[in-house]
């Protein structure tokens, strides 16, 4: 497959460090958004339109702790769209997904890999065709998430990496949840050298991890309630509302 018929942009929220990730097929214009942000909904909606794409997909890669996700509000412009989260995130969502489910975004194919440890429903995202996977916050570039809340494990997150992660081809570019430094893009081979968490043996991870002493998120008090209910319209007497802004 071409890869100019891949549409493919890298968005950022400021405030949490999120990236919000826009996958298009170029021949059938079906577009997707991984992991949107509720404060950027009008930016991403307005490129999304710009390109002449459908979004038929909101993608999360699990029920995050520091944003709201943008997917119920993204219904507004695109009614079609369906939202879509980990069975095991104990959420809802139109789609409900499990370990090697396939979702066509078009020509564009996306495995669903498991990758649980920072919470129990994180989900990694691949496309073979295009070498590249988005990680959410199991792994970051030179890190990952921290597992110390929503079913967190620092020894299930070390397993996820090594075998669902760095089992990819070492030149496959993955693009993580968040950076707060700048960086945009890593690849297999770059964190499996370099990663200083990556690179210690279970043992020391798993000590490291469980002696991070992080405060909370600031807004997961907030976030994980609506997180979990976003994306699914709820009816009240005939009348459609959005679960995470009501």
């Given at each position: 497959?071409?890869?100019?018929k891949?549409?493919?942009?890298?968005?950022?929220e400021?405030?949490?460090?999120?990236?919000?990730?826009?996958l298009?097929?170029?021949?059938?214009?079906?577009?997707?958004?991984?992991d949107?942000?509720?404060?950027?909904?009008?930016?991403?909606?307005?490129?999304?339109?710009?390109?002449?794409?459908?979004?038929?997909?909101?993608?999360?890669?699990?029920?995050?702790?520091?944003?709201?996700?943008?997917?119920?509000?993204?219904?507004k412009h695109?009614?079609a769209?369906?939202?879509?989260?980990s069975?095991?995130?104990?959420?809802k969502?139109?789609l409900?997904?499990?370990?090697?489910d396939?979702?066509?975004?078009?020509?564009?194919?996306?495995?669903?890999?498991?990758?649980?440890g920072?919470?129990?429903?994180?989900?990694?995202?691949?496309?073979?065709?295009?070498?590249?996977?988005?990680?959410?916050?199991?792994?970051?570039?030179?890190g990952?998430?921290?597992?110390?809340?929503?079913?967190?494990?620092?020894?299930?997150?070390?397993k996820?990496?090594?075998?669902?992660?760095?089992?990819?081809?070492?030149?496959?570019l993955?693009?993580?949840?968040?950076?707060?430094?700048?960086?945009?893009?890593?690849?297999?081979?770059?964190?499996?050298?370099?990663?200083?968490?990556?690179?210690?043996?279970?043992?020391?991870?798993?000590k490291?991890?469980?002696?991070?002493?992080?405060?909370?998120p600031?807004y997961?008090?907030?976030?994980?309630?609506?997180?979990?209910?976003c994306?699914?319209?709820?009816?009240?007497?005939?009348?459609?509302s959005?679960?995470?802004?009501?």
């Amino acid at each position: 497959m071409s890869k100019a018929k891949f549409i493919f942009r890298q968005l950022f929220e400021g405030e949490s460090g999120t990236y919000t990730y826009l996958l298009g097929c170029g021949v059938t214009r079906k577009a997707a958004l991984i992991d949107p942000v509720l404060s950027t909904v009008e930016r991403d909606v307005k490129l999304i339109k710009e390109l002449s794409l459908d979004l038929v997909y909101g993608l999360n890669t699990h029920a995050h702790a520091d944003h709201i996700t943008g997917t119920c509000r993204l219904k507004k412009h695109f009614p079609a769209m369906r939202s879509i989260l980990s069975q095991h995130a104990g959420g809802k969502a139109d789609l409900l997904i499990q370990h090697q489910d396939t979702i066509n975004i078009g020509n564009v194919a996306l495995e669903v890999r498991a990758t649980p440890g920072h919470t129990s429903g994180c989900t990694t995202y691949v496309t073979h065709d295009y070498r590249r996977a988005f990680t959410g916050d199991a792994l970051l570039i030179r890190g990952c998430g921290r597992t110390d809340f929503q079913g967190g494990s620092a020894s299930t997150l070390y397993k996820s990496i090594y075998q669902q992660i760095f089992t990819l081809p070492e030149d496959y570019l993955l693009f993580p949840g968040h950076d707060y430094h700048g960086r945009t893009v890593t690849t297999v081979m770059e964190e499996k050298r370099f990663n200083p968490r990556l690179t210690l043996d279970e043992k020391d991870f798993i000590k490291l991890m469980n002696n991070l002493n992080l405060p909370p998120p600031k807004y997961i008090d907030k976030a994980v309630p609506a997180n979990l209910r976003c994306g699914v319209y709820e009816t009240d007497e005939g009348v459609q509302s959005c679960a995470c802004l009501t």
